[in-house]
């Protein structure tokens, strides 16, 4: 069997992620973590998978997609090899939705403030 190596490894910090998630189809579901061990392993992540939102410092999308289904989910750093995963949505229009992002912003930082 092929051993795969982990370049970084996701978590959930609190309930936010599980919360997305539990929500899916089982479709979506194993999308979702076909993506996320897609970025745990791959050692350079494809712009597909895993985008930076320029606005912000340091927060990071999950992009998944799932028949004409788009999903975000997301995330940020800690430490350089640990993903931390926040908040996901459906995303229904072309611009993600400012108040996801600020959402996002709010884990991130209550993240930082527990982990100093």
């Not at 996701?10 to 061990?37: C, L």
């Amino acid at each position: 069997m092929e051993s795969r190596r982990k370049h970084r490894t996701a978590i959930f910090y609190k309930d936010y992620f599980e919360k997305f998630f539990i929500e899916q189809s089982e479709k979506v579901k194993s999308k979702i973590i076909w993506t996320i061990e897609l970025i745990e392993e791959l050692e350079r992540i494809p712009e597909t998978y895993l985008k930076h939102i320029e606005t912000t410092e340091g927060l990071y999308e999950i992009r998944i997609k799932s028949g004409n289904d788009v999903f975000r989910i997301f995330c940020f750093f800690d430490q350089g090899k640990l993903i931390i995963l926040a908040n996901g949505f459906h995303k229904k229009t072309q611009k993600t939705p400012k108040k996801e992002i600020e959402r996002a912003i709010k884990i991130m930082e209550d993240y930082r403030n527990e982990n100093k």
